[in-house]
């Protein structure tokens, strides 16, 4: 069974950091991309960033640009979230992986990808 969880959340002063992990098992996603969402109260999902399966390619959302380092470790089978935090970082943060191998979709910050975590929650306190 595929699983995918999210550790590393908690509660932090707007100015500090964060480092989320998802550790996934029951399959390898070596070959596969991988991504973040997150979702703040009364707000729809929103694309965060995602990471090619080489981890060569990264791709941001805008409000996250500067501030935010997607990494991953194959070895491990975990992507990483390295975040420098603003009160309005505060939300539910999903992990994703995709199906599809060596492909590109994480280009695409609209793609729904196949699997997901449970979430860990971030609080930014200001």
């Known amino acids: 069974q595929v699983q995918l969880v999210e550790s590393g959340g908690g509660l932090v002063q707007a100015g500090g950091s964060l480092r989320l992990s998802c550790a996934a098992s029951?399959?390898?996603?070596?070959?596969?991309?991988m991504a973040w969402f997150r979702q703040a109260p009364g707000k729809e999902r929103e694309f965060v960033a995602s990471?090619?399966?080489?981890?060569?390619?990264t791709y941001y959302a805008d409000s996250v640009k500067g501030r935010f380092t997607i990494s991953r470790d194959n070895a491990r089978n975990t992507v990483y979230l390295q975040m420098n935090l603003k009160a309005e970082d505060t939300a539910v943060y999903y992990c994703?992986?995709?199906?599809?191998?060596?492909?590109?979709?994480?280009?695409?910050?609209?793609?729904?990808?196949?699997?997901w975590g449970q979430g860990t929650q971030v609080t930014v306190s200001s």
């Open positions: 029951g399959r390898s996603f070596s070959t596969n991309a």
């Open positions: 994703a992986a995709d199906l599809e191998s060596y492909g590109s979709n994480w280009r695409d910050p609209r793609y729904e990808y196949p699997y």
């Open positions: 990471i090619s399966w080489s981890g060569r390619g």
